[in-house]
């Protein structure tokens, strides 16, 4: 574990153990939120007792499907994009204020679409992730040196090889790192469209849990968000961190 590593273990941990103080000497009343290692126990509970699995699958794979389609599609409209100069300049307006526009705000209307089923939920995960891919996609391949596509064009190779071959690899860090915006942009979707209107998904039974007062359901599923979500974008950046290496760029 390097140094900055322990670093942030060491921050998180004092963060914890703060929190689980406050709890304990009564400055978080128990009625509000249990200490941090109760709802910790609580999560082994749950996960244990299996009463929660058709929830966290539901959320787990609308979210997937979601990020998988905002990473394809992102990757496929980015470089059809770029290179095109006139639908470049007209589109990149709309990518810098995009997250500007309240996605979930489109929820009535994809109901209206594709009914009360998952359908509104993976297009509103779909939304949040895709434009992330394509901007940070776009950025690497702007980076990618002439040389190496004339290289590329004198050995024979033609724009679809060149694009698999030579373009996209090289812009494997940013492309990464939309991957990991994505990842994020899915999952809020998904858990917010299950907060506004659905009857299944963990985002329901967070805010089911919530209006109960069902505290030992509510956290260790917030938690349980927070520990996928966490360990998902920490094998997304050892990834990126091993491609940089490999190029002596860390």
Partial sequence: MTRLASFRLLAIIAAVALVEAMCRIGWIDRFTMQPPLQIGIDLWKLLLSGKHADAIGKTMGNAAIGFALAVSVGVVVAVAVHRRRLLRETLEPLFATYYAIPVLAFYPLLIILFGVGDGPKITIAFMLGVIAVIVNL??????????????ARVVGMGRTQIVWRVTLPFSAPYLL????????????GIIGSEFIMSTDGMGFEISFAYNNFDNATMYPLILLILLISISLNFALGTLEKQILQRRGLR
């Fill in 138 to 151: 776009l950025n690497g391949l702007d980076r990618v040196p002439p040389v190496l596509i004339k290289t």
């Fill in 177 to 188: 790192t939309g991957v990991k915006f994505a990842l994020a942009y899915s999952l809020i």
